[in-house]
């Protein structure tokens, strides 16, 4: 290290991780035109990895003795399927893999919390020639864009099997009459739009909220290492660890509410008020 260089400090090294590899700088609040590559390219990546996995799972399949592997999947396919079918009251033949789709998906990009937070600055980029100091954050939903971006794709799927059950006519009568009945039509509209954007943006954030607070502590116990004598770094293996086993609870238990919320709003759209 030379005389101008120097340890990053603590909210120097947090402000460095939970910055996003970004098409551009960022510098208004909102700002639509601005791509986080990162978050981008850790969701395509788990998702195309779930459906090898799922994909994996369908072709060893056999009738006779299953593997763990096997044994494992199909203990998840019926979880699924018995929660589905409790609360969607109709064909369920998308629904059902949706849900399905939705669980793998989210625990996989959950699950890349477990990495060590300096894996990348760290390790692999001055293996490749990369510049240790280019922002680049791992899990997706973590991003509040990744996780307001799963939920916007779940609206999307509330509108369509509200009008695919109801009909457009029957929709729009829904969304002019219910709760207060006709007479009270702007009000109901009113309610209704709110209602919508509110599933939309509690889903996304409790998602976001949780896996950043957790990404967050990881950083904090990360940090623990720096401090001066054996007792950081016996506190940080420790803190760690222990952070860790209980961060498994919260890395599927986010992911089966995810689940568990998007087939309740679907459910809710088959449903007439």
């Known amino acids: ?6 340890a990053p400090s603590a ?6 991780h939970l910055g996003h590899l970004s098409t551009k700088h960022q510098e208004n609040i909102v700002d639509f035109s601005i791509v986080n590559m990162d978050t981008l390219f850790w969701s395509i990546f788990c998702g195309i990895l779930g459906l090898i996995i799922m994909r994996l799972a369908a072709r060893k399949a056999t009738s006779g003795v299953p593997t763990r592997f096997q044994a494992a999947v199909e203990m998840l396919v019926e979880m699924v399927e018995e929660q589905s079918k409790s609360i969607v009251h109709g064909d369920r033949s998308f629904i059902a893999p949706l849900a399905l789709t939705v669980f793998v998906w989210v625990s996989l990009m959950n699950s890349l919390d477990f990495l060590p937070v300096d894996l990348f600055s760290g390790l692999i980029f001055p293996l490749l020639g990369i510049s240790a100091e280019m922002h680049h954050r791992v ?11 799963i939920s916007l794709g779940v609206l999307l799927l509330m509108l369509y099997y509200s009008v695919k059950i109801k009909g457009l006519g029957g929709f729009i009568h829904e969304l002019l009459s219910a709760p207060f009945g006709i ?5 109901n509209l ?9 599933k939309t943006v509690s889903l996304g954030m409790r998602l976001f909220g949780n896996m950043f607070a957790g990404e967050l502590l990881f950083l904090l116990i990360a940090l623990l290492g720096g ?3 054996i007792g950081g770094g016996i506190g940080q293996v420790i803190a760690g660890s222990a952070w860790a086993i209980f961060h498994i609870l919260i890395v599927f238990l986010q992911a089966f509410i995810f689940m568990m919320l998007t087939l309740v709003y679907i459910g809710q759209a088959h449903d007439a008020h």
């Open 139 to 149: 899990v997706p939903t973590a991003d509040l864009n990744g996780a307001i971006g």
């Open 1 to 6: 290290m030379s005389a101008t260089e120097h």
């Open 227 to 229: 401090m001066v004598g």
């Open 183 to 187: 007479k009270m039509a702007p009000f």
């Open 11 to 16: 909210s120097e090294y947090i402000v460095h």
């Open 190 to 198: 009113l309610l209704q739009l709110i209602e919508f954007a509110a």
